[in-house]
């Protein structure tokens, strides 16, 4: 099953999602959209719904993580299915490192919250080397192997985004702009 949007906002409620992560998501729920919606356009196959439970769920196990330690991405899909939200929780589950990612493959749901998330930084939509930027000072802390790995996994979202953006009417650099557009949290859901 696929939350609503009113169901997920039940959920970041019942989970204790903070304010600022609860932001956080709704800006990457926009981004998410936008490229979502675009796709759509350009004739992929991608489901809305699934884009926007997971974009608005990403982040539903960071208190609980930062409280008590552990990976808040695999703690997030758990609670995917601990809910019945099968359908989303390997959205959830991969939006910090993507596996089993294919170039040449159709375009997945979790690619595109993965990629939306690497794009905001707090509440605002950066470029990703500013965010790169940001997750090494925050996490890497001068240890080689963690920047190794941020490193890599930015890799991996720039050969994302040279995906996604190759069937877009827009550009990377646009989607800030396009997002400051948006009335409302939910956007183009309806």
């Known amino acids: ?6 169901e997920c906002m039940k959920l970041t409620d019942r989970y204790g999602m903070p304010d600022n992560i609860r932001t956080h998501s709704l800006v990457v729920n926009k981004c998410a959209l936008l490229i979502g919606h675009g796709l759509k356009a350009s004739g992929i196959e991608v489901s809305v719904e699934k884009i926007t439970a997971g974009a608005l769920l990403h982040d539903i196990a960071k208190r609980l993580c930062l409280k008590n330690g552990g990976n808040h991405a695999a703690r997030g899909r ?39 998330d690497k794009r905001v930084n707090h509440d605002e939509v950066v470029g990703l080397d500013e965010r790169l930027a940001y997750i090494l000072r925050r996490y890497a802390k001068a240890k080689e192997d963690i920047s190794r790995s941020i490193l890599e ?4 979202c720039k050969a994302v985004e040279q995906k996604l953006f190759a069937r877009l009417p827009f550009r990377p650099q646009d989607l800030g702009d396009l997002v400051g557009e948006i009335k409302g949290w939910n956007c183009a859901y309806e």
């Open 1 to 6: 099953m696929v939350p609503t949007p009113q």
């Open 78 to 116: 758990e609670i995917c299915i601990e809910n019945n939200f099968h359908e989303i929780a390997d959205i959830v589950g991969e939006h910090v490192c993507l596996s089993r990612y294919s170039s040449g493959g159709p375009i997945r749901e979790k690619e595109i919250v993965y990629y939306a």
């Open 153 to 156: 996994n930015f890799r991996l």
